[in-house]
């Protein structure tokens, strides 16, 4: 194998490497641009407020296997259905698992973390 050769074989992994983090990342920002817009439908439902959070706010640790993880606010019991079938149906959230979390519901430590580090979604 001469030089030309064995440089075209280090070059291979390392651009099929990138590929695949741009394609994450794609489809993070995909997701993330998605989730933006669907949180209003949640609002119309009635909840008060919904926060994103987790790996899909950070390329860093935003992986194949991420979900999507929001928290609302005041969304009533008997909507929680219609607001999982809403952001399930929603252009752009089919290609990612929704976890969708009551805030009422988590415990007052972990509510807090999240709310420093998400991000709160307004229409």
């Not at 817009?37 to 987790?54: D, N």
């Not at 399930?88 to 290609?95: A, R």
Request: hydrophobic residues 40%.
């Amino acid at each position: 194998m001469d030089q030309d050769q064995l440089e075209a074989c280090r070059r291979s992994p390392r651009a099929r490497e990138q590929r695949r983090r741009a394609a994450l990342e794609d489809r993070r920002q995909a997701a993330l641009a998605a989730a933006r817009q669907a949180a209003p439908a949640l609002l119309r439902l009635g909840a008060r407020q919904v926060l994103l959070f987790g790996s899909i706010l950070s390329p860093h640790r935003f992986h194949e296997r991420s979900d999507l993880d929001l928290v609302v606010y005041g969304l009533p019991d008997r909507l929680w259905a219609k607001a999982l079938g809403t952001l399930e149906d929603w252009p752009g959230l089919g290609e990612v698992e929704i976890d969708l979390k009551p805030a009422e519901d988590l415990p007052a430590e972990f509510l807090s973390f999240i709310e420093e580090q998400g991000e709160l979604v307004t229409p």
